[in-house]
């Protein structure tokens, strides 16, 4: 389909699938974000009478968001039916043989599906980015896991731990709604004040109306007046369009408040520091009458949740462990030096001449490397 949303119902042999029904059987009750060899071995092979959601979505996909969660409920122990996820983005060869397909690549067959049966699924929704906008820095764990893996280092998700994780966690310890921003709203929709990229984290949680949260991370598209208008409304429980305000006051969440970043060349500008979030955190920290709760760094929080993970105490030697980066304030700042944590402070990125002035981090290194090997000999 060209905007995306579709679900099939999958049970018997893939040789009778019809366009609204595939087949298959699986013996439990979740397949999340399933692989084409997923697909293969519980849609195909296994030849299981119980039948199987089939469910295929997009990140970007507004109704998805809102959807996925209900899927996940009328497919809980007991209801008779498994259920499998499938992004169609990362797995186009499969969707196309039941012809879903992400944002339309000619006008004219986003005219002719919007006639069609899954036209329903579709309304209201624009297509997703074409590519990652450069300043996006933010990502989603598993997309951030799979570029480690290209990279040949191996991980897992339980040895990450990202400033956007962090937020989805804090909201899911509150059982927060959000509001997250999107380029094209559109009514009785969640916005996006996140990359697509970043939004994946929250792709499995409800987002519709009455928002009680706002989250925000560096997406620059989503910093025109009326999304940041309407996060302004959420958070001072104004009238937004036909959605009743939240009952308590929403939060204002943010994965950092960092005034700039070291960006690539784009458009009229050459490679050098750009605008971080940290302005509009302020703007809507002031707008607002809030104060934003800050969960990644330099936040003692984020720093003793990546203790826990390592298995250290919170209570460590001061120097046993380092933190590493370009940015005195916003890597090195007060969280690192209330736990005691080495501040090794690296001239590349974001670092400009004089930033360590003042600032007094306990080292300072040209490159990362070099700390390596620094460490390296003190330690032969």
């Given at each position: 389909m060209s905007l995306l949303r579709s679900s099939r119902v999958a049970s018997g042999s893939l040789r009778t699938a019809t366009r609204g029904f595939t087949s298959s059987a699986i013996r439990r009750d979740h397949f999340l974000n399933a692989s084409d060899s997923e697909f293969k071995a519980r849609c195909v092979d296994d030849k299981s009478d119980k039948p199987v959601l089939v469910?295929?979505?997009?990140?970007?996909?507004?109704?998805?968001?809102?959807?996925?969660?209900?899927?996940?409920?009328?497919?809980?122990?007991?209801?008779?039916?498994?259920?499998?996820?499938?992004?169609?983005?990362?797995?186009?060869?499969?969707?196309?043989?039941?012809?879903?397909?992400?944002?339309?690549?000619?006008?004219?067959?986003?005219?002719?599906?919007?006639?069609?049966?899954?036209?329903?699924?579709?309304?209201?929704?624009?297509?997703?980015?074409?590519?990652?906008?450069?300043?996006?820095?933010?990502?989603?764990?598993?997309?951030?896991?799979?570029?480690?893996?290209?990279?040949?280092?191996?991980?897992?998700?339980?040895?990450?731990?990202?400033?956007?994780?962090?937020?989805?966690?804090?909201?899911?310890?509150?059982?927060?709604?959000?509001?997250?921003?999107?380029?094209?709203?559109?009514?009785?929709?969640?916005?996006?004040?996140l990359s697509p990229e970043a939004a994946e984290e929250f792709a499995n949680v409800p987002t519709s109306p009455p928002y009680d949260a706002v989250v925000i991370g560096l997406h620059p598209p989503s910093f025109a007046y009326e999304p940041l208008n309407t996060a302004f409304r959420v958070l001072t429980r104004e009238p937004l369009r036909d959605a009743q305000p939240a009952q308590k006051k929403p939060v204002l969440i943010a994965p950092h408040t960092a005034a700039y970043l070291q960006a690539p060349a784009e458009g009229?500008?050459?490679?050098?520091?750009?605008?971080?979030?940290?302005?509009?955190?302020?703007?809507?920290?002031?707008?607002?009458?809030?104060?934003?709760?800050?969960?990644?760094?330099?936040?003692?929080?984020?720093?003793?949740?990546?203790?826990?993970?390592?298995?250290?105490?919170k209570d460590v030697e001061k120097g046993e462990v380092a933190i590493v980066g370009d940015d005195v304030k916003n890597d090195l700042g007060a969280g690192a030096r209330e736990l005691g944590l080495q501040r090794v402070l690296v001239k590349t990125g974001k670092y400009r001449p004089g930033d360590e002035d003042g600032a007094q981090p306990d080292r300072v290194h040209e490159t990362f490397a070099d700390f390596v090997d620094a460490l390296l000999q003190e330690h032969a």
């Open positions: 469910d295929f979505y997009a990140t970007w996909c507004q109704p998805c968001r809102v959807l996925t969660p209900l899927l996940k409920e009328v497919t809980e122990p007991g209801s008779g039916y498994d259920l499998m996820t499938i992004n169609v983005d990362d797995h186009p060869d499969l969707a196309g043989q039941f012809k879903d397909q992400g944002a339309p690549d000619r006008p004219e067959r986003h005219a002719a599906r919007r006639q069609g049966a899954d036209s329903a699924c579709c309304a209201g929704r624009g297509p997703p980015p074409q590519s990652q906008d450069p300043l996006c820095v933010l990502e989603s764990e598993p997309r951030l896991l799979k570029k480690l893996g290209a990279m040949g280092l191996s991980a897992t998700q339980d040895e990450l731990i990202t400033s956007i994780g962090a937020c989805r966690a804090l909201c899911e310890k509150r059982g927060l709604r959000y509001v997250l921003f999107a380029p094209l709203p559109t009514d009785n929709s969640p916005y996006l004040l009229a500008f050459p490679a050098g520091l750009s605008l971080g979030i940290g302005a509009y955190v302020a703007a809507l920290e002031t707008a607002a009458n809030t104060k934003a709760e800050v969960v990644g760094k330099p936040t003692r929080a984020f720093f003793e949740l990546a203790l826990e993970k390592l298995g250290l105490q």
